[in-house]
């Protein structure tokens, strides 16, 4: 059975840190990319960060790059999501998915990705900043 779990999330103040993490069952982190979105109250899901199946190489949306990182441990079926520098306007739930390389790069750039194809999500986790 394939599964997406998010941890992590939680309280933090603006100016703060925060580790996500997903774990992955069912397949490995060879075999599909992993990306990570967001949705903030009375928003779309927009994409935030995806990490290769193949090299390794990370992609973020401009408003986080430079503050987040994407990193992945093989071994552990893991993909992080590390959240420094936290803002309010960071508030949402976050989701992991699964998917084509390509498509997951693509979708780092939408603000809106509810109609995007991924075979796989998580059940998302709430990250709430406080000013």
């Known amino acids: 059975e394939v599964q997406l779990v998010e941890s992590g999330g939680g309280l933090v103040q603006g100016g703060g840190s925060l580790r996500l993490s997903c774990v992955v069952s069912g397949f490995t982190l060879d075999d599909y990319a992993i990306g990570w979105f967001r949705q903030a109250p009375g928003k779309k899901r927009e994409g935030v960060s995806c990490?290769?199946?193949?090299?390794?190489?990370?992609y973020y949306r401009d408003s986080v790059k430079g503050r987040f990182t994407i990193s992945r441990d093989n071994a552990k079926n893991t993909v992080y999501l590390q959240m420094n520098s936290l803002k309010p306007e960071d508030t949402s739930v976050y989701y992991c998915g699964a998917g084509q390389e390509t498509i997951l790069i693509t979708a780092v750039t939408y603000t809106d990705v509810t109609y995007l194809n991924l075979p796989y999500w998580g059940q998302g986790t709430q990250v709430p900043v406080s000013p």
């Open positions: 990490i290769s199946s193949t090299d390794g190489s990370t």
